[in-house]
């Protein structure tokens, strides 16, 4: 298993764990995931390492020596920057579910920023893949992979703003499901392909 692959097993079983240990309040289809690590939350230190953890681990994996020098670096530099975005957020919490105002709300709009800075660097990796894929089925697999990603994106932001087509917590887990399954994928397939120049990462 190489460390991109372990970093979204952890990833995924860390928020599973979190959510175990969720106050009472906490409602998967209303809540995101970083509010399983907010501010004054229990057990907010199981999600706030899942963050940390995800983003060192994938992080690690970018920056290991590769023999093969055909990885896109742009995309690289993308993927590196959502799992530093990804990895810093755990470090910032947001406002807490049950209190109107954060603790400190200076904390919560350091996570905010570090949540849309990781969003816009999946995406433009995602997009910078299609764009550079020389086989229309990979090309297509990104293609759909960001239309999901932007579509579920949308739905959140409407949700954030009080228009709700999908309750909010649905909406980012459907986000989180698109991104996490895209590095999976992506991963295996420049495996398999390693003369391409889409790729950002290695077995």
């Known amino acids: 298993m190489s460390l991109a692959t372990g970093a979204v097993v952890y990833f995924v079983t860390v928020i599973a764990v979190a959510h175990l240990g969720a106050p009472p309040a906490y409602d998967w289809t209303l809540h995101s995931i970083s509010e399983l690590a907010a501010q004054a939350t229990p057990n907010a230190r199981i999600m706030r ?47 807490p579910i049950d209190q109107p105002t954060a603790p400190s709300p200076l904390e919560a709009s350091i996570h905010s920023i570090l949540a849309t800075a990781a969003g816009l660097s999946l995406s433009a990796a995602i997009a910078w893949s299609a764009i550079r894929s020389q086989a229309i089925g990979r090309r297509g697999t990104h293609l759909a992979v960001l239309i999901l990603v932007v579509g579920f994106s949308l739905l959140f932001g409407l949700a954030e703003t009080g228009q709700p087509i999908l309750p909010r917590g649905m909406a980012q887990r459907g986000l989180y499901l698109a991104g996490l399954a895209w590095l999976l994928w992506a991963q295996r397939e420049w495996a398999r392909n390693p003369s391409s120049t889409e790729g950002w990462c290695r077995r």
Not at 58 to 82: E, N, Q, W
Not at 84 to 90: D, F, I, M, V
Request: charge should be positive.
């Open 49 to 95: 390492l899942g963050f940390v953890g995800f983003g060192a681990l994938l992080l690690a994996h970018l920056i290991r020596p590769h023999r093969r020098k055909s990885r896109s670096l742009l995309v690289v530099c993308l993927v590196g920057t959502y799992a530093s975005a990804t990895g810093l957020a755990g470090l910032f919490s947001t406002a």
